[in-house]
T-cell receptor, first 113, second 117 residues
Framework: AQSVTQLGSHVSVSEGALVLLRCNYS??????LFWYVQYPNQGLQLLLK??????LVKGINGFEAEFKKSETSFHLTKPSAHMSDAAEYFC???????????FGTGTRLTIIP | GAVVSQHPSRVICKSGTSVKIECRSL??????MFWYRQFPKKSLMLMAT?????????EQGVEKDKFLINHASLTLSTLTVTSAHPEDSSFYIC?????????????FGPGTRLTVL
């Protein structure tokens, strides 16, 4: 079974600092991986996705993630944090067989002014 | 494109009553929709897969008689929480599946906050 692990349930960074949210995956086949953002009392918004093309994926709002097979990782980064980035972030992996998404436990990002 | 709506966004009900939540794909047809439940400060847990014109497939541990799912058209799936109790209070999110490129992507609704008194 496929799974993702997000290290760090809470991450705090200063405004303007680098954002790094960690996600490691477990999959017996080449995975499709996703990062979603959730603002309070809202649904999920897709930030970016890896679908076996370029290993460095650029998403919305200045975020990007790099797929590293050797490290089984798909960490999310943003060079300079903005106050509006404060939210919950979820990493997810797609099961091709049943097309279900399995989500990580989430990382709450806090931006310090 | 690929917009999914949910109605209502918030609902408060008394214990023992039933509540219906609608999930609509506004600009595309979705043969498959998914229903998730999210507890406070927790991740999303898949409850069931809703297929148009057939019975829903429930995940292990989800009571199908309590959480009734109907997917009567290609743009609408409904989740009915029957005889709701306080422990059913949660954030319910749906997604609708659409083909994008090499795979079927899920597009998420804005969620419904259910509070059972």
């Amino acid at each position: 079974a496929q799974s993702v692990t997000q290290l760090g349930s809470h991450v705090s960074v200063s405004e303007g600092a680098l954002v790094l949210l960690r996600c490691n995956y477990s999959s017996s086949v080449p995975p499709y991986l996703f990062w979603y953002v959730q603002y309070p009392n809202q649904g999920l918004q897709l930030l970016l996705k890896y679908t076996s093309a370029a290993t460095l994926v650029k998403g919305i709002n200045g975020f990007e993630a790099e797929f590293k097979k050797s490290e089984t990782s798909f960490h999310l980064t943003k060079p300079s944090a903005h106050m509006s980035d404060a939210a919950e972030y979820f990493c997810a992996v797609l099961d091709f067989g049943n097309e279900k998404l399995t989500f990580g436990t989430g990382t709450r990002l806090t931006i310090i002014p | 494109g690929a917009v999914v709506s949910q109605h209502p966004s918030r609902v408060i009900c008394k214990s023992g009553t039933s509540v219906k939540i609608e999930c609509r794909s506004l600009d595309f047809q979705a043969t498959t929709m998914f229903w998730y439940r999210q507890f406070p400060k927790k991740s999303l847990m898949l409850m069931a897969t809703s297929n148009e014109g057939s019975k829903a497939t429930y995940e292990q541990g989800v009571e199908k008689d309590k959480f009734l799912i109907n997917h009567a058209s290609l743009t609408l799936s409904t989740l009915t929480v029957t005889s709701a109790h306080p422990e059913d209070s949660s954030f319910y999110i749906c997604s609708a599946r659409a083909r994008t490129g090499s795979y079927n992507e899920q597009f998420f609704g804005p969620g419904t906050r259910l509070t059972v008194l």
